[in-house]
Each structure stands twice: as C-alpha cells, then as structure tokens.
C-alpha cells in the first residue's frame, strides 16, 4: 500500500491503475480452469453473472469517482480502519466461544 502513495507522488497512478488491472484479469483467467474441472461453470451461475455484468461499469465510473474526490491518504486511512473493525468483528467471533 505504501508504494501506491510513491507512484501517486511521482504522477504515476495510472500507470499502478493498468499494472493491478492486468494483474487481476490474468489472475482471474487463470481461475477459469479450476473452477470448471471442480463444476463450478453451470448455467445458474453464468446466468448470475450475465446479470450483474451491467453492475461493472457502474463500478468503475463510480471508484473514478472516489479516486479523484478523496486523496490516496484519506483512502488508506479508512481501508485501513475498515480492515482495523473486519479484524476486531472476527477476533471476537473467534473469543465468543471460548469466553462463553
């Protein structure tokens, strides 16, 4: 995450944008393989995903948005609080049961 605010001081964000694009579409085309040798490829969820495809560019245009209201600081802040609330809210799922 530090190297995101580097690149963004040295005006090269767009450049991080297209590496984590090109990053996640080969990830995710990679996963294509296993998840149709484990039957996870059926009608029902191709259909689930043709449906939600209009959600995509929404998505975008909408983290364009964000990127260019709140600065690469203020972004990490509250992501990292956020992860700070996700970690607590599973800590105490995990103590509830020992703690009784």
Sequence with gaps: LPLL???DALGLKALWRARDAALFAAINAAKWG?????GL????NMTTAAMLLPAAPLGVWLGLRVDRWISARRFYQVFELGL???GAKLLW???KPLLG
């Design 5 to 7: 605010l580097v690149m």
């Design 34 to 38: 296993p998840y149709a040798w484990l």
């Design 41 to 44: 490829i059926d009608s029902t």
């Design 84 to 86: 700070l609330l996700t």
């Design 93 to 95: 799922d995990g103590l």
